[in-house]
């Protein structure tokens, strides 16, 4: 892929990829979820699809034959959780939704302070283990 809209700018992040154990499982919840945060569909191969914010930034979920097992472990070394920046109402709407998509809610004991008493946000878990974060 060549060089995005502002060639001189380095250092940005230019994509994450997950690796997902069931590429069609995977694109119902994360579908929805990118969809709604203003995510567009961007690239379809076999075993892959990417999503893209604006021109900027995109998530590839692809189902690779050399994946080592059935899901991710958020606790391990590695990735934790992908976080997104949304509004006070965003958070509400989306926790309330989300579940209804394939999410599953996390912490919500402390909703929607569980990143402590000065955060306001959600935190969703897919059914592959993979967390995401929306924060205000």
């Known amino acids: 892929m060549g060089p995005g809209p502002h060639p001189e700018v380095t250092g940005g992040l230019h994509h994450v990829e997950l690796w997902v154990p069931d590429l069609t499982g995977a694109l119902g919840p994360w579908g929805w979820l990118l969809g709604e945060l203003g995510w567009a569909p961007f690239q379809d191969w076999p075993g892959g699809r990417s999503f893209r ?6 998530l590839v979920l692809e189902q690779s034959p050399a994946l080592s097992g059935p899901a991710h472990d958020r606790l391990a070394p590695g990735l934790n959780h992908l976080a997104f920046t949304v509004t006070r109402s965003e958070v509400d709407r989306l926790w309330a939704t989300a ?4 999410w599953s809610p996390l912490f ?3 909703h929607p302070h569980a990143g402590g008493p000065d955060g306001y946000a959600a ?8 967390e ?3 924060s205000v």
């Not at 914010?53 to 995109?58: E, K, N, P, T």
């Not at 935190?123 to 993979?130: I, N, Q, V």
């Open 132 to 134: 995401v974060e929306l």
């Open 123 to 130: 935190y969703l878990e897919d059914a592959w283990g993979y």
């Open 53 to 58: 914010h604006g021109d900027g930034v995109y």
């Open 108 to 110: 919500a004991d402390r």
């Open 99 to 102: 579940p209804a998509h394939g």
